[in-house]
């Protein structure tokens, strides 16, 4: 089966760098995601990494360490508006085969303070 | 372009009533979610449509039917609600399901039943 597991809450003050770590344990691996939430919204799509290294967008980034089986979404010059929750996601698989779907972590609720 | 639709945005129901929620997309996507979120849970999914006239079970599809009507609506059906079904309820699509690692929600239907 595959698993997922993220802290469960991150608190951080305006302007500083946080970081929401993600380890995964899957039968197969395709790629690691990341997703926001914003309170009572609909998930956002943030990034994908299918290789291992650092990607930026901006003010977030994501890495993938595909030996360490672990990632993690790097937000940059915190604004009040990220406060929110963030997903982690990797494909699923059966055996060697994608099943097609996505599994989420249980999330990490980011508290962003002044 | 509207994305991915949901309706009703709310809704209440008695123990035993039956409702569709229903989900379309203008994206031309092939694949189709429905996932359930709890408070302060993760999402999990339901059914999934890979592509039009195919739909597969989840991780939670006890209780619950779907129909991929065509390539743009998947309609998700409770037969006889339970208090157990009290959730927000996201509809997603993505581009095919190899790329199920993006994907795009709709704004959520949340229901109550009491």
């Known amino acids: 089966g595959q698993s997922l597991e993220q802290p469960s809450e991150v608190t951080a003050v305006e302007g500083a760098i946080v970081q929401i770590n993600c380890t995964y344990q899957t039968s197969g691996f395709y790629g690691l995601s990341w997703y926001q939430q914003h309170d009572g919204g609909a998930p956002t799509f943030l990034s994908y990494n299918a290789l291992d290294g650092l990607e930026e967008t901006g003010r977030f980034s994501s890495f993938l360490s595909r030996s360490d089986s672990y990632g993690y979404l790097l937000l940059q010059e915190l604004q009040m508006k990220d406060s929110a929750s963030y997903f982690c996601?990797?494909?699923?698989?059966?055996?060697?085969?994608?099943?097609?779907?996505?599994?989420f972590g249980q999330g990490t609720t980011l508290q962003v303070k002044p | 372009n509207a994305g991915v639709t949901q309706t009703p945005k709310f809704q209440v129901l008695k123990t035993g009533q039956s409702m569709t929620l229903q989900c379309a997309q203008d994206?031309?996507?092939?694949?189709m979610y429905w996932y359930r979120q709890d408070p302060g849970m993760g999402l999990r999914l339901i059914y999934y449509s890979a592509s039009e006239g195919t739909t597969d079970k989840g991780e939670v599809p006890n209780g619950y039917n779907v129909s991929r009507l065509n390539k743009r609506e998947f309609s998700l059906r409770l037969e006889s609600a339970a208090p157990s079904q009290t959730s927000v309820y996201f509809c997603?699509?993505?581009?095919?399901?190899?790329?199920?690692?993006?994907?795009?929600f709709g704004p959520g239907t949340r229901l109550t039943v009491t």
């Open positions: 997603a699509s993505s581009q095919s399901s190899l790329s199920s690692y993006e994907q795009y």
């Open positions: 996601a990797v494909p699923g698989f059966h055996g060697s085969s994608n099943t097609g779907k996505l599994i």
């Open positions: 994206m031309n996507h092939n694949s």
